[in-house]
């Protein structure tokens, strides 16, 4: 099976408890503390036999939230075929 395209995000805040506070309360789940220099990182739950993928509310210096403050990463298997599209 192919894998998704986008297996992770990243979802920029300015105020990480007021951001995990609603996406907690929206979703009924629990954010998970990811370790990570220079942010503070909290995923959403992921469950590796499922289809779909996950991501995680990211705080960090300099950069921006809001509207162009999320961040897909996408699965390929050699960058140089997308980048030639």
Do not use: N
Request: glycine share 8%.
């Amino acid at each position: 099976m192919k894998s998704d395209p986008i297996v992770w995000c990243e979802i920029y805040v300015q105020d990480m408890d007021r951001a995990k506070s609603f996406y907690e309360s929206v979703f009924q789940m629990q954010l998970e503390k990811l370790e990570s220099p220079g942010m503070d990182m909290w995923a959403f739950p992921m469950a590796m036999d499922k289809v779909g993928a996950s991501g995680a509310l990211v705080q960090m210096e300099g950069v921006k939230f809001g509207g162009s403050g999320t961040i897909p990463y996408f699965h390929c298997d050699e960058i140089a075929i997308e980048l030639s599209r």
